[in-house]
C-alpha cells in the first residue's frame, strides 16, 4: 500500500495549490483526480482568469479608488451573513479580504502572474451603497485567462513531481475516506480505465480494479455539484428563488458531480450552507459543445433591452450585469425558464463577451493583435460564430420580423410584437437627453463615466430602433449552472469540522467542496472574480497548515 503525508483529492486549481504549497514545504504529496492528466487544473482552465482585488496598480492606473474598508462594506451586503454557523464563513470572508487588498497580488505576481490592464466592473449591484455589489470595478482579467491562472502551478506541480516529492494518480475515483480511531488516514476507491477524451469532455466510469492509500492528512479539493443538475436541484432553495427550472444549461463539465461532499459527510464532515449557490441567468446554449448540455455564459453591458419569455421586460436591478440573484429570483416568481435580450450590432459588438478561455483567443493566447481587433467595427469572432450558429440568436432588420423569429426559436409563441414594440419606444425616447428617468437609461450613462466602460463595455446611448444601428438582434437566455456556495464547513486553518464544530482529525477541504472557504465564505451572494481567488487562498491555506 503506498503512505503519503498528504493525499489531495481533485487536480483542480485549489487542489494544485494546496499540493505545490505541501511539496514546498518538504511534505510527500498525492495528488489523485477521476479524470485523467488532459484534465489538470480543472474548471480553472475554462474560465475568463477574473481576479478580485482591492486597491491595485491597475485600479490606481484607471483612476478608481478601492479600499479594504470599500471592499468590506460590498461583500457583507452581498453576503448578508444571517445564520448561526456563518461564524468561521464570516472568519474566512475577512481573511480573503485582506489577502485581496494584502499580498495576493504580489504572490502572483512574483510568479509570473500578469493583468489586462483595463479593470472590469461585474455585479454592480442592486441600487444601494451597502448593499449587493461592486461599488467600483475589481474584476481583473489574467492575461492568458484560466490557463494563465493554472500555468505557475502547474509548473511548479511538475517540477515537484520531477523532484519526487508530488505523485500524480489520474484516473482514480476515490469511493471513501478511510478512518482508524475516529482519524482519516487515506483513501479507497475505484480505478478507472485511461480515457482519450480532449479536455472537459464526459469521460468512462467502467472500473478496472480498486485502489487503496494512506496519507497522514486528505485534503478534499473535489470542486461543488454545478454539473450535476440532480443535486442542483435537490438543494434549490425554494422559499428564496421559487422551483427550479424545468431547463437548465451547465457552466461546467460533467465531472463536477459534488460525489466527494457526500463522501466527506460520511466520515463525519458536517455540510452547510447547501442552499447557497450561485447560477446565472445569461446562459446560451454552446454551438459547438464540449461537454453534455454545455452552456457559455454572456458577459453584458448595461445596454440590452431585457425581458422575460412572456416579452414584459425586467424591472431594477434586474439589468445586464447588475445583480445575478436577483434577476434569477424575478424570472422564477415570473415562472419564467429562459429570457430574452434585444439589442443592436453597436451593442453586441462593444458589450458582449463571452465567459470562457476558448471563447477569449485572443486573450488567452495574449495575441495583442487579434485583441485590438475588438475596437474594430464588427463583432468578435466568436461572438459573430454565435450570431451565425447559435440556436438561441436571431438576427433580422425590423422588430416585427425578430419576434417572429424569436417565436419560433421558443417554439412557445408566447411574444407579442406591438406590446415588445411600446416598450421599446418607451425606453427609446428617454434617449432624446442626457438625462431620463429609466433606471437602466441612466446606468447606461453611468457606465460611461468610468474611463473602462467607456473604451471598452459599453456602447454609446442610441435607439434600439435607429436603423443605423441595427440589425436588430435577439438572444435566448438560459439559466446556467455554475458555482456551489456552501459546501464543507471547515475552521481557518482549513480543517474539517464536524457536526459538534470539532476538527475530523487528518481531514481538510479547500475550494468550492468547501464553500471556497468555511463552508461558504460569499454568504448568499458573490462579487465575481472570488471563485478563483477562493480556490487560491484556501489551496494556500490548506498547503501551508497541512
Known amino acids: 500500500m503506498e503512505e503519503f503525508d498528504v493525499i489531495i483529492v481533485g487536480g483542480g486549481l485549489a487542489g494544485l495549490v494546496a499540493a505545490t504549497e505541501a511539496c514546498d514545504r518538504g511534505r510527500r504529496v498525492c495528488l489523485v483526480d477521476q479524470e485523467g492528466p488532459q484534465n489538470l487544473g480543472g474548471q480553472a482552465f475554462w474560465s475568463l482568469g477574473g481576479l478580485f482585488l482591492v486597491d491595485s ?7 478608481i479608488r478601492d479600499s479594504l474598508d470599500l471592499a ?28 485581496a487588498a494584502g499580498e495576493k497580488r504580489a504572490w502572483l505576481h512574483q510568479m509570473g502572474m500578469r493583468w489586462f490592464p483595463v479593470v472590469g466592473w461585474a455585479e454592480r449591484g442592486g441600487g444601494h451603497a451597502d448593499g449587493h455589489g461592486n461599488s467600483v470595478p ?82 478534499v479539493a473535489s470542486g461543488g455539484i454545478g454539473g450535476n443538475l440532480g443535486l442542483v436541484r435537490r438543494n434549490w432553495p425554494q422559499e428564496r428563488l421559487g422551483t427550479p427550472p424545468a431547463d437548465m444549461v451547465c457552466g461546467v463539465p460533467a465531472h463536477v458531480d459534488g460525489r466527494m461532499i457526500g463522501i466527506s459527510e460520511e466520515a463525519g464532515a458536517s455540510i452547510i450552507n447547501r442552499d447557497r449557490m450561485w447560477h446565472y441567468t445569461e446562459g446560451v446554449r454552446n454551438w459547438d459543445p464540449i461537454w453534455p448540455n454545455h452552456g457559455i455564459r454572456i458577459l453584458p453591458g448595461p445596454s440590452s433591452f ?23 429570483k424575478i424570472l422564477r416568481e415570473r415562472k419564467s425558464d429562459y429570457s430574452w435580450f434585444i439589442l443592436t450590432r453597436a451593442i453586441i459588438k462593444k458589450e458582449f463577451a463571452l465567459s470562457g478561455s476558448e471563447q477569449n483567443p485572443d486573450l488567452t493566447g495574449k495575441d495583442i493583435p487579434l485583441l485590438l481587433k475588438r475596437l474594430g467595427r464588427n463583432p468578435p469572432g466568436p461572438v459573430q460564430a454565435f450570431m451565425d450558429k447559435g440556436e438561441d440568436f436571431a438576427v433580422r432588420e425590423t422588430l416585427e420580423d425578430l419576434v ?43 457606465a460611461r463615466a468610468y474611463l473602462g466602460d467607456k473604451l471598452m463595455r459599453t456602447a454609446k446611448p442610441h435607439r434600439l430602433l435607429d436603423p443605423k444601428a441595427g440589425p436588430l438582434i435577439g438572444v435566448r437566455l438560459h439559466i446556467l449552472t455554475r458555482k456551489t456556495l456552501g459546501g464543507i464547513h471547515t475552521d481557518l486553518s482549513a480543517r474539517v469540522l464536524d457536526a459538534g464544530g470539532a476538527p475530523v482529525p487528518g481531514l481538510y477541504a479547500v475550494g468550492e467542496a468547501a464553500g471556497f472557504g468555511g463552508g461558504g465564505m460569499h454568504g448568499y451572494s458573490a462579487l465575481e472574480g472570488t471563485f478563483l481567488g477562493g480556490c487560491l487562498f484556501s489551496g494556500r491555506v490548506a498547503g501551508r497548515s497541512v
Not at 496598480?57 to 483612476?63: A, D, S, T
Not at 452581498?78 to 464570516?90: G, T
Request: net charge positive.
Open 306 to 328: 431585457w425581458c422575460d419569455a412572456d416579452g414584459n421586460r425586467l424591472p431594477s436591478p434586474a439589468m445586464p450585469g447588475f445583480d445575478t440573484l436577483s434577476t434569477l
Open 57 to 63: 496598480p491597475e485600479q490606481r492606473r484607471m483612476r
Open 72 to 99: 468590506r462594506q460590498d461583500w457583507l451586503g452581498s453576503a448578508s451573513f444571517d445564520r448561526s454557523e456563518d461564524h468561521w464563513p464570516r472568519l474566512w470572508a475577512e481573511a480573503y479580504l485582506n489577502f
Open 138 to 219: 475589481r474584476f481583473h482579467i489574467t492575461w492568458g485567462t484560466g490557463p494563465g491562472v493554472l500555468a505557475p502551478f502547474v509548473s511548479r506541480a511538475e517540477a515537484a513531481a520531477k523532484a519526487g516529492r508530488l505523485t500524480l494518480r489520474f484516473r482514480h475515483q476515490v469511493d471513501r475516506l478511510l478512518q482508524e480511531n475516529g482519524r482519516v488516514i487515506g483513501v479507497s476507491g475505484s480505478r478507472l480505465p485511461d480515457d482519450p477524451v480532449l479536455r472537459g469532455q464526459k469521460s468512462s466510469r467502467d472500473i478496472i480494479g480498486e485502489f487503496e492509500m494512506r496519507g497522514a492528512s486528505v485534503i
Open 404 to 446: 417572429q423569429a424569436m417565436n419560433a426559436i421558443s417554439g412557445e409563441n408566447r411574444l407579442d410584437a406591438r406590446h415588445i414594440r411600446a416598450q421599446v419606444e418607451a425606453r427609446d425616447r428617454q434617449m432624446d437627453n442626457p438625462f431620463a428617468k429609466d433606471q437602466q437609461v441612466t446606468a447606461i450613462r453611468g
